[in-house]
């Protein structure tokens, strides 16, 4: 079992660039052999992925947070972080962590709680 511990959202103003952390409770090479990303839900909506870092680097964005988002992993603190700049009121969602992949035990898929994200004057 994989607990994800998500913190940094809270009302931000347009404009604002608040960082989220999250922080994985598993073995350091479990994480570092994962997919590891960022998912958000707006109310009325699906959840949508935002950015995604894969096992071996390469990076998927979302095409509404192109250029204004930025997800970084630091496997010595099994730790993913999302750095979001200029955000608008239409970033306003439920943001969730996500870890996926395959393990000698079988694959596994792991949400955190999620963390509130308004944006808002």
């Known amino acids: 079992q994989v607990q994800l511990v998500e913190s940094g959202g809270g009302l931000v103003q347009p404009g604002g660039s608040p960082r989220l952390s999250c922080a994985a409770s598993?073995?350091?090479?479990?994480?570092?052999?994962?997919?590891v990303g960022w998912y958000r839900q707006a109310p009325g909506n699906e959840r949508e992925l935002v950015a995604v870092v894969f096992y071996g680097g390469s990076i998927n964005y979302a095409d509404s947070v192109k250029g204004r988002f930025t997800i970084s992993r630091d496997n010595t603190k099994n730790t993913v972080y999302l750095q979001m700049n200029s955000l608008q009121p239409e970033d306003t969602a439920v943001y969730y962590c996500?870890?996926?992949?395959?393990?000698?035990?079988?694959?596994?898929?792991?949400w955190g709680q999620g963390t509130q994200v308004t944006v808002s004057s």
């Open positions: 996500n870890i996926r992949g395959k393990w000698i035990t079988g694959p596994y898929d792991y």
């Open positions: 598993t073995i350091g090479s479990i994480f570092s052999l994962s997919e």
